[in-house]
């Protein structure tokens, strides 16, 4: 079938690509699927994922997937004693006002797509086979074979160059020969799995609710828009009697136009792609045609490789022109290259053990992350969970008000681990410090109190204190009880792998209302997690020697908060609205107020579980 971009002639070296690096998985997803080559070719092998936003894609993907050979029809031929095949096109159509390519892309219509008599057999083919499926004379699987069938026997007599973003003024010699549907073709397997899957969606919405082993990302690469070079296999496949317009009759409503396939906006949907991938293996098709250059595509894709580490390997590779290169000549040479990589996909916890943290919440609030993230602001950072688990294509900022916390974690991402894994068995052997000991933690804590109150002690202290609590009196004396915890190998290999993911790192104590605002870019985005005016915690309570959170500081955030939205910058906000029958009404007014949107992002809290809202401007 001639398609723009297909990848027919690429499957050995995609197989090469996947051997090479010992590519290994159970699932695989195409996820701009086309006419569905490469998952015709996997569905063998993995089960199959497949996507395409336009909707002839996923009639194709379809239709190869749920089939593993030619479907066998018991249904229909039972009743017809011959295939749906032989039967439709042994059918004689009388067109009427209904018949829509008829009336729109023949000669009828003023349009030269199809000679009248294909038009005219087109639209009755189309009209029987959706007739048989109500009737229930066809499976859903043979459904799809018979319609992707339609739609690649209408590209053998189209009186075009190969899209349909304009026709010959004259009759080429493939238009002038009869329609006759022929099956689909593709790969025969000994079997296919029955899960296999097809979605009709944006990817960048899809692949925040999939996951799989390996992803295979073939994008548009340049500025054709597929929804307009192949708006009448659109049509086709839906028909659905759109609205239409212009010398091209193409569709007008609903038309779902690629990110890919516009220049400013191509880099960052390839940078949501690449954070909310949930894929091991990822396998990207490209050329030096495409909008984004191959080099800062590959230096993109190393921010979320594991290690940095980014494989491309090239291919001598001939697109199929599309018309306006087509009357260049013979068109510019294509280098078609795969690049490789393996997706970091872990989470770093922080050793840090705060009350609040969002380590079991990360994921959920990621997916909510905006298509670019310039910088991100950790405004109220904690233990540092989100933001050293954000990747920024420019830095992260980690702010935070509480002094201790602050310099336990400057401390920790500024030292080298294996030397601070020396200071602290030191300093624990030194105090005899274990699980439970009780008198030699309250000695160490009156040490801490009186003669040494450093970061490393305080982290020390906090290992072996109850719950791991950071909690002080109003003199600002360290009084958490001994815990039943303790220094551990887990711990130990906290220390040593939490390593922010963004390459520029800086550091900053003090309230969130100091930030400066006049030196951020607009692609920053700000995110929030304060303390919670409807929940009780004892590190926020004002009872300990630090100032705890009322209704007047959740209303100065919230004020902020619009501030920041006034001068155009991104934030997102954790917080819980509703709490043992309590209703943080301020928050929610806010919220409904300014439009803002609020999504449920799961439960936090062991002893007393609430359910966490993400409240975002964008």
């Not at 082993?213 to 340049?222: G, N, Q, R, S, V």
């Not at 193409?250 to 940078?271: C, D, I, T, V």
Request: glycine fraction near 6%; hydrophobic fraction near 35%.
């Amino acid at each position: 079938m001639r398609y723009l971009g297909n990848k027919t002639k690429l499957l050995p070296f995609i197989d090469e690509v996947i051997k090479k690096y010992n590519i290994t998985g159970e699932v695989f997803a195409d996820l701009f699927a086309g006419t569905s080559a490469v998952s015709d070719h996997m569905k063998g092998k993995y089960k199959i994922i497949t996507n395409d936003f336009m909707y002839y894609s996923f009639v194709f993907s379809k239709a190869k997937t749920l089939n593993f050979e030619l479907p066998k029809f018991e249904y229909f031929i039972n009743q017809y004693l011959i295939t749906p095949f032989e039967w439709l096109n042994s059918r004689k159509y009388t067109p009427d006002e209904h018949y829509f390519i008829y009336q729109n892309y023949s000669p009828k219509g003023d349009r030269q797509f199809f000679i009248e008599e294909n038009a005219i057999k087109i639209d009755g083919m189309r009209l029987d086979i959706e007739e048989l499926y109500q009737e229930k004379l066809l499976s859903e699987a043979e459904y799809y074979f018979l319609l992707a069938s339609l739609l690649e026997s209408v590209t053998k007599i189209s009186n075009t160059s190969g899209t349909y973003e304009a026709f010959f003024k004259f009759w080429e010699s493939r238009s002038n020969k009869p329609l006759v549907l022929s099956p689909l073709e593709m790969e025969n397997s000994f079997s296919v799995d029955l899960t296999n899957i097809s979605f009709n969606e944006d990817t960048n919405f899809l692949i925040r609710h999939i996951a799989g082993d390996i992803a295979y990302i073939d994008t548009p690469y340049t500025i054709t828009q597929y929804a307009s070079a192949y708006h009448i296999l659109e049509t086709i496949a839906r028909y659905d009697i759109p609205e239409i317009a212009g010398k091209t009759g193409r569709r007008q409503n609903g038309r779902r136009m690629s990110q890919y396939s516009r220049k400013q906006l191509a880099k960052f949907a390839f940078e949501d792609m690449f954070r909310q991938l949930n894929f091991e293996h990822i396998l990207i098709s490209y050329s030096n045609q495409s909008l984004v250059p191959l080099d800062e595509l590959v230096d993109l894709a190393k921010l979320f490789a594991v290690n940095h580490e980014v494989f491309i390997e090239e291919v001598p590779y001939r697109e199929y022109k599309n018309l306006n290169s087509s009357q260049k000549g013979n068109g510019k040479k294509l280098n078609e290259v795969i690049i490789y990589f393996k997706k970091n996909k872990i989470n770093i916890k922080s050793p840090l053990n705060y009350s609040g943290s969002k380590d079991t919440l990360l994921e959920a609030i990621y997916k909510e992350l905006p298509q670019h993230v310039g910088t991100f602001v950790d405004a109220m950072g904690g233990a540092f969970n989100v933001g050293a688990n954000v990747i920024a294509t420019n830095s992260v900022l980690y702010n935070e008000y509480n002094p201790f916390v602050f310099e336990v974690m400057e401390m920790i991402l500024t030292s080298d681990r294996k030397s601070l894994l020396d200071l602290i068995e030191k300093k624990i052997e030194n105090y005899n410090l274990g699980n439970a000991k009780k008198i030699e933690y309250l000695n160490f804590r009156n040490w801490y109190n009186s003669n040494e109150k450093t970061p490393l002690n305080l982290f020390i202290l906090h290992m072996f204190s109850f719950q791991n609590l950071i909690r002080f009196n109003g003199q600002l004396g360290f009084n958490s009880p001994v815990g039943n915890a303790g220094f551990n190998e887990g711990l130990r290999k906290r220390i040593l792998n939490f390593l922010p993911k963004s390459p520029i790192l800086s550091l900053k104590q003090g309230s969130y209302k100091d930030l400066p605002l006049d030196k951020f870019e607009r692609d920053t985005v700000f995110y929030f997690d304060p303390p919670y005016l409807i929940t009780t915690a004892e590190y926020n309570d004002g009872k300990r020697g630090l100032k705890g959170w009322d209704v007047e500081m959740e209303a100065e955030l919230l004020m902020f908060l619009s501030k920041l939205d006034k001068l155009g910058f991104k934030f997102m906000l954790s917080n819980v609205m509703e709490h043992q029958g309590r209703i943080n009404n301020l928050l929610k007014e806010w919220t409904e107020q300014h439009r803002y949107e609020c999504i449920e992002i799961g439960q936090s809290g062991a002893r007393y579980p609430r359910t966490e809202v993400l409240i975002k401007n964008y």
